[in-house]
């Protein structure tokens, strides 16, 4: 059943209290029920409930928030009952898939595997260990080497932003482009307060 924003409510209200679980694939992505049934994708990432945020546009959004919209469409697909789908930006009025949805799923692989190949590179520099007490604030350390601050290789690619992570690196390794010190830490320290 292909669904239009003009379809009546009692006729959807009607076949949801004889399945009793929505599938998402009647509004989509999004398993919340706006007004016309109305495709709110890009809320699932954004957090946004209200105005420009109820769009069914991903435009924007790096390959790993898509490819997070896209796993959550597939658990639903799974787990409900199929009610219909909401003729649009991803489904055309035969509820054929259109190129548009065709070119999120692409973007979804994409960060897929984006995401393995930086497991993969994270993996080549063993990851400091940490803790946090409300007493003594956080700490790092590294059982061999010393704790340095390194850039997420990928992560730009995956979420359009920069982030570091902790590894630990050989004392031969410290002199090595790209690597910071804890602020307040001594160069050769093993334990650093953060």
Known sequence: ???????????IAFRLSHHLRLNHRLTYHFNHMFANFRDASRAFVSGNFTGDGLTDSLLGLSSTEVKSIVEWRDFYFKTYLYVGKLVGRYYDSEGNPTKYL???EAKAARGAQLMEKQKKEEAKLPSCNSKWSQEDGSEVW??????RLVQRPLEIALTGKMSKRCACFKEDELDQPGLEVYGGCDYLAKVCRV
Do not use: E, V
């Open 1 to 11: 059943m292909a669904l239009t924003s003009t379809t009546s409510f009692n006729t």
């Open 102 to 104: 065709k070119g999120i």
């Open 142 to 147: 590294c059982d061999d080497g010393f704790p």
